[in-house]
């Protein structure tokens, strides 16, 4: 297929980088399911590829019926409290007409309710004379970071896409995931994640990570990339120039991270190259800063070095650049006010800046970023090209059709389809990091004795009884729990113990030396396999916590066939 010699085509011209075991082509058949389809699913019908400047002349009509304020407005992306849109967020899409909004978890808990309000707030942006629809975007990763819930589907994420290896479940994670925000009327998604899991302690991306080496990572973005894209859906690659080699938080903190230009080029970026080359439309920039590199102390995200001189100069880059959101201590510590970080934020080279709350209609960041317009003529400039740039984006990748979503499909959420898919993924992912000898694994029920699982997910629990039916249960509950454990323990002859913070390895601590046959379930992030953990007979990780992973996981325990994952 043309999609495999995209691929092929990546890996030798990034050669140097290839990683250290050849990618299979296709996946196995999971069990019990069989993978969708032979063909990949064909792009959206209303969705036009880019570059921009396909749509140049169009861009520049639209402009010349704008003023600067109508212009100005375009680069505002802002969030909105509640499940029903607030009139403050109406009047910024209808008297200030600005150019997205971003649905976060506490806007999405229903899915009926996000569609209507989505609905409302398109009509009122198509209503407007130039009729520019809305950018909706959301952070529907995949895994843990899910921002529509209510009735989506509850995916295994991206280190369990690393694990499984096969570009093709990155393409259909992106897919599936997008024809159901696809449904809901969001267009744009800040996804995938290629932060490479470069440090262990770096808790913020975790299972969010394809994994550690960079050009797999490229490829899979790609491919999820391109798969989202099939769906009517906008990619939003993050978090530039790279999140993963920091153990520190940009939501309260300024990450300041040792990498070097050279070695920032030779992998953090790699992924961005990658996908650069394989047409990503937009780009978060993050709030990180890379004193050892010409950046200095500022944040990437407020950084010309990076975003203009980088990412736009030496990478090619012509897509749209986000900013993560403004109101995060990562970059309002560096830019001072919100108003300054945001016009900041523009002359390095954004072309959108996200605020996760709506402010008033009059507040700082609108007056102070209106006189620089009036009164600065390289700031006029430099908005009328970031506002070019997202309009460039709405006409190349949306049609209006697509905005208005239709309640009645909600039905089809989640996408049965997808739903056969994702245990595929699940099962494909799961990776037996040690069986002791004699093994451990795999564990029928007639050979475990007496079982106590201990663990702290529902799911968990669910899948554990009916593949043990019978078995003792422990609930993590607080941090008092190790003795209770341990008693619990003694009764036991086998313990499946779930594993997914520092907290469960202090636990697992505590029934270390019982004498019982310890299982370890990884579930999330595998950097908590330490020494200690190793310690057990054996070891298995399953890299989320969905009800698929955990039945995986447990499926493979019990035999019902060889896990082929491998750590990412």
């Given at each position: 297929?043309?999609?495999?010699?995209?691929?092929?085509?990546?890996?030798?011209?990034?050669?140097?980088?290839?990683?250290?075991?050849?990618?299979?082509?296709?996946?196995?058949?999971?069990?019990?399911?069989?993978?969708?389809?032979?063909?990949?699913?064909?792009?959206?019908?209303?969705?036009?590829?880019?570059?921009?400047?396909?749509?140049?002349?169009?861009?520049?009509?639209?402009?010349?019926?704008?003023?600067?304020?109508?212009?100005?407005?375009?680069?505002?992306?802002?969030?909105?409290?509640?499940?029903?849109?607030?009139?403050?967020?109406?009047?910024?899409?209808?008297?200030?007409?600005?150019?997205?909004?971003?649905?976060?978890?506490?806007?999405?808990?229903?899915?009926?309710?996000?569609?209507?309000?989505?609905?409302?707030?398109?009509?009122?942006?198509?209503?407007?004379?130039?009729?520019?629809?809305?950018?909706?975007?959301?952070?529907?990763?995949?895994?843990?970071?899910?921002?529509?819930?209510?009735?989506?589907?509850?995916?295994?994420?991206?280190?369990?896409?690393?694990?499984?290896?096969?570009?093709?479940?990155?393409?259909?994670?992106?897919?599936?995931?997008?024809?159901?925000?696809?449904?809901?009327?969001?267009?744009?998604?800040?996804?995938?994640?290629?932060?490479?899991?470069?440090?262990?302690?770096?808790?913020?991306?975790?299972?969010?990570?394809?994994?550690?080496?960079?050009?797999?990572?490229?490829?899979?973005?790609?491919?999820?990339?391109?798969?989202?894209?099939?769906?009517?859906?906008?990619?939003?690659?993050?978090?530039?120039?790279?999140?993963?080699?920091?153990?520190?938080?940009?939501?309260?903190?300024?990450?300041?991270?040792?990498?070097?230009?050279?070695?920032?080029?030779?992998?953090?970026?790699?992924?961005?190259?990658?996908?650069?080359?394989?047409?990503?439309?937009?780009?978060?920039?993050?709030?990180?800063?890379?004193?050892?590199?010409?950046?200095?102390?500022?944040?990437?995200?407020?950084?010309?070095?990076?975003?203009?001189?980088?990412?736009?100069?030496?990478?090619?880059?012509?897509?749209?650049?986000?900013?993560?959101?403004?109101?995060?201590?990562?970059?309002?510590?560096?830019?001072?006010?919100?108003?300054?970080?945001?016009?900041?934020?523009?002359?390095?080279?954004?072309?959108?800046?996200?605020?996760?709350?709506?402010?008033?209609?009059?507040?700082?960041?609108?007056?102070?970023?209106?006189?620089?317009?009036?009164?600065?003529?390289?700031?006029?400039?430099?908005?009328?090209?970031?506002?070019?740039?997202?309009?460039?984006?709405?006409?190349?990748?949306?049609?209006?059709?697509?905005?208005?979503p239709d309640t009645q499909k909600l039905q089809e959420i989640p996408d049965r389809e997808g739903?056969?898919?994702?245990?595929?993924?699940?099962?494909?992912?799961?990776?037996?990091?040690?069986?002791?000898?004699?093994?451990?694994?795999?564990?029928?029920?007639?050979?475990?004795?007496?079982?106590?699982?201990?663990?702290?997910?529902?799911?968990?629990?669910?899948?554990?009884?009916?593949?043990?039916?019978?078995?003792?249960?422990?609930?993590?509950?607080?941090?008092?729990?190790?003795?209770?454990?341990?008693?619990?323990?003694?009764?036991?002859?086998?313990?499946?113990?779930?594993?997914?913070?520092?907290?469960?390895?202090?636990?697992?601590?505590?029934?270390?030396?019982?004498?019982?046959?310890?299982?370890?379930?990884?579930?999330?992030?595998?950097?908590?396999?330490?020494?200690?953990?190793?310690?057990?007979?054996?070891?298995?990780?399953?890299?989320?916590?969905?009800?698929?992973?955990?039945?995986?996981?447990?499926?493979?325990?019990?035999?019902?066939?060889?896990?082929?994952?491998?750590?990412?």
């Open positions: 297929m043309i999609f495999f010699l995209i691929l092929a085509g990546l890996l030798s011209q990034t050669a140097s980088q290839s990683p250290s075991e050849p990618r299979r082509e296709r996946p196995p058949e999971p069990p019990g399911s069989e993978l969708p389809g032979s063909a990949l699913p064909r792009p959206a019908a209303d969705l036009v590829r880019y570059p921009p400047e396909a749509v140049e002349k169009e861009v520049e009509e639209v402009l010349g019926k704008m003023n600067d304020s109508e212009i100005l407005a375009q680069t505002f992306m802002f969030g909105w409290q509640g499940t029903q849109p607030s009139p403050l967020i109406l009047e910024w899409v209808k008297n200030r007409r600005i150019g997205g909004v971003k649905v976060f978890g506490w806007n999405a808990r229903d899915i009926e309710t996000l569609a209507e309000t989505i609905a409302v707030l398109q009509k009122t942006a198509l209503a407007s004379p130039q009729g520019i629809p809305l950018l909706v975007a959301t952070d529907q990763e995949g895994g843990i970071v899910r921002h529509v819930k209510g009735a989506s589907s509850d995916t295994p994420g991206n280190m369990a896409i690393g694990a499984s290896s096969y570009p093709i479940d990155a393409y259909y994670s992106g897919f599936y995931i997008g024809r159901e925000l696809s449904l809901m009327g969001i267009n744009m998604n800040f996804a995938p994640v290629v932060d490479l899991a470069t440090r262990k302690d770096s808790r913020l991306i975790g299972p969010r990570s394809f994994g550690s080496d960079p050009v797999n990572t490229g490829i899979l973005g790609a491919a999820f990339m391109k798969g989202q894209a099939a769906a009517g859906i906008i990619s939003t690659a993050k978090h530039f120039p790279g999140h993963g080699d920091t153990s520190l938080d940009s939501h309260g903190t300024l990450p300041r991270i040792a990498a070097d230009e050279k070695t920032l080029w030779d992998r953090e970026l790699v992924p961005y190259r990658i996908m650069v080359k394989e047409g990503l439309p937009a780009i978060m920039s993050g709030h990180l800063a890379f004193p050892n590199t010409p950046g200095g102390q500022s944040p990437a995200s407020l950084s010309p070095w990076f975003l203009t001189g980088l990412l736009r100069t030496r990478m090619g880059y012509r897509g749209l650049i986000i900013t993560d959101d403004l109101r995060m201590y990562g970059a309002v510590q560096a830019g001072g006010s919100l108003a300054n970080t945001a016009k900041e934020a523009l002359l390095a080279g954004n072309d959108m800046i996200l605020v996760s709350s709506t402010p008033e209609l009059y507040s700082e960041i609108w007056m102070s970023l209106s006189r620089s317009m009036q009164n600065e003529a390289a700031f006029n400039a430099r908005v009328r090209e970031a506002a070019g740039r997202v309009l460039a984006l709405k006409l190349s990748g949306l049609k209006r059709a697509r905005h208005i739903a056969v898919f994702f245990r595929g993924l699940a099962a494909r992912s799961v990776t037996l990091i040690k069986n002791g000898d004699p093994p451990s694994v795999p564990l029928l029920p007639a050979g475990a004795g007496r079982v106590l699982l201990a663990g702290q997910y529902a799911d968990f629990f669910a899948a554990g009884r009916k593949a043990y039916p019978g078995a003792a249960s422990y609930l993590f509950e607080d941090s008092g729990s190790a003795a209770g454990l341990r008693r619990m323990a003694l009764n036991a002859d086998t313990v499946i113990f779930c594993l997914a913070d520092s907290e469960g390895q202090r636990l697992l601590e505590a029934i270390a030396n019982l004498g019982k046959k310890v299982i370890v379930i990884s579930a999330l992030n595998p950097s908590f396999i330490n020494d200690d953990v190793f310690r057990a007979d054996a070891i298995l990780a399953v890299y989320s916590y969905s009800a698929d992973s955990f039945t995986a996981g447990f499926s493979a325990l019990l035999g019902r066939f060889v896990p082929s994952g491998k750590l990412p």
